[in-house]
């Protein structure tokens, strides 16, 4: 089992920056990636960035250039995603996930909110 625990979203105006945390506890050893993911209502969550446990990074198009995700070497199971220049279609809840060779765990989301 893994736990994730999401902190950082929150209200910002457009242009402004947010940073996400996830925290994983638990069986941390198994995990191979871990990435953000995003859903608003009515629409399929949405891949939003990915690292793996190599450092290789993979994000959605329309965040390449404004996204970052990141590790924590001295906590390997603490991933952040720095978020700049942010639009109001980036206001969804965002999802923290973490691959695991048998599949996939999430934390309970944390809301987003681009709005002047």
């Known amino acids: 089992q893994v736990q994730l625990v999401e902190s950082g979203g929150g209200l910002v105006q457009p242009g402004g920056s947010l940073r996400l945390s996830c925290a994983a506890s638990g069986s941390i050893f198994n995990i191979y990636a871990m990435g953000w993911y995003r859903q608003t209502p009515g629409k399929p969550r949405e891949l939003v960035a990915l690292?793996?446990?190599?450092?290789?990074?993979?994000y959605a198009d329309s965040v390449k250039g404004r996204f970052t995700i990141s590790r924590d070497k001295s906590k390997s199971a603490t991933v952040y995603l720095q978020m700049n220049s942010l639009k109001p279609e980036d206001t969804a809840v965002y999802y923290c996930?973490?691959?695991?060779?048998?599949?996939?765990?999430w934390g309970q989301g944390t809301q987003v909110t681009v709005s002047s």
């Open positions: 690292i793996s446990s190599g450092g290789t990074e993979n």
């Open positions: 996930n973490a691959q695991v060779p048998r599949g996939g765990y």
